[in-house]
């Protein structure tokens, strides 16, 4: 994924890449190696379901919204930004955006990861896991939030903008946001009817993505 999202913002920039855009990627590439390396020694066998192509039960809605926002992570986003620093020089961002980004960077893989490892149907799709006991699960930051890993997945995407320092890289990540909210409001209704549990769960847990707001 990550190469891909680096060979789509090389071309589209045209030029090699900047110091700013190099420490996106360098951080990108820390996140996947850690998450990786997490998910093995803390739940190695959600490690294994999440890389398994074809699970039973997934939601069609579900595994349409996955692709898309994952596209424009995948194609979009490094697209817009290297069209804007690199080519075209729409925008920018002064320097000290790039604090702020980092911010959002890390909070982004601690919360994903403290996800995965608290949960272990933290799985790509929406999917009642029967077939593997599937329970509500409360603790960790799902004590913040019902949905922590979309919150983490946004987190991520506001920082590419931030870090490289493209004003016009937050159009495709406010798509991907709205995609996040869409699956979010989804999920969670879902959840709430075929989950045991869940409709008690969102009695303790109230907000569904953001802290204090929705």
Known sequence: MLSIQLTIFYFSAGQAINARSRLFFIASLLHYVSSVTAQYWLNPELLIQRLRVKREGSKTWDEV???????T????????????????????????????????FALST???NWAMWINPFFEPTVRIQKDRGHT????GP????RHPGYLGGILY????PLIIGSLYTFIPVAIYVLLI??????EDR??????????????QTKYRLFPWIW
Do not use: C, H
């Open 73 to 104: 992570v995948l194609i979009l986003i490094p697209l817009t930004a290297g069209l804007d620093v690199g080519r075209y020089y729409w925008s920018t961002l002064d320097i000290y955006y790039v604090g702020i980004g980092l911010v959002f």
């Open 157 to 160: 995407t506001l920082s590419a």
């Open 190 to 203: 879902t959840l709430q009817r075929e989950l045991e549990g869940y409709s008690e769960y969102t009695k």
């Open 110 to 112: 601690v919360l994903i």
């Open 65 to 71: 919204l996955m692709r898309v926002s994952n596209l």
């Open 136 to 139: 509500v699960i409360s603790g």
């Open 181 to 186: 909210m869409l699956r979010t409001l989804l």
């Open 142 to 145: 799902y004590k913040i939030v």
